[in-house]
């Protein structure tokens, strides 16, 4: 393998949630499967995390003010992941439709990227 692509992929996972936030208003694009998928993870995380100290404290807060604080950033990193399979973020509207939409979801999500340039910018792979 050669040095660049052993230091890419040791890119840290932070770093790709952390780009999904930063870029919380980037609907336009494309994101590669492992920046949608870490920033899920961490999404996750840090949700369980702060149920668990509003449990404890009795509250509802952190886990709403961090709901809220994130919802732009989830919305337009789903959208540029659906760029990146070639489909329009419109797609996303399809989550209305019980179990098959949530369904449809998730293989555009685990699907890989278009190979190349699309009509919605270059492939993230090639950057």
Do not use: Q
């Amino acid at each position: 393998m050669a040095e660049g692509d052993e230091a890419r992929s040791r890119e840290g996972t932070v770093e790709w949630y952390l780009k999904a936030l930063t870029n919380y208003v980037g609907f336009g694009g494309r994101a590669r499967r492992r920046e949608y998928w870490m920033f899920a993870l961490f999404n996750l995380i840090i949700a369980f995390g702060l149920a668990f100290v509003d449990v404890v404290a009795g509250t509802g807060v952190l886990s709403l003010l961090y709901g809220l604080g994130v919802f732009l950033p989830s919305l337009a990193v789903s959208v540029r992941r659906l760029h990146d399979v070639s489909k329009s973020g419109w797609w996303l509207l399809i989550c209305l439709i019980p179990l098959i939409g949530a369904l449809v979801l998730l293989y555009f999500a685990v699907s890989d990227g278009s190979p190349g340039e699309n009509s919605y910018g270059p492939s993230p792979k090639a950057a």
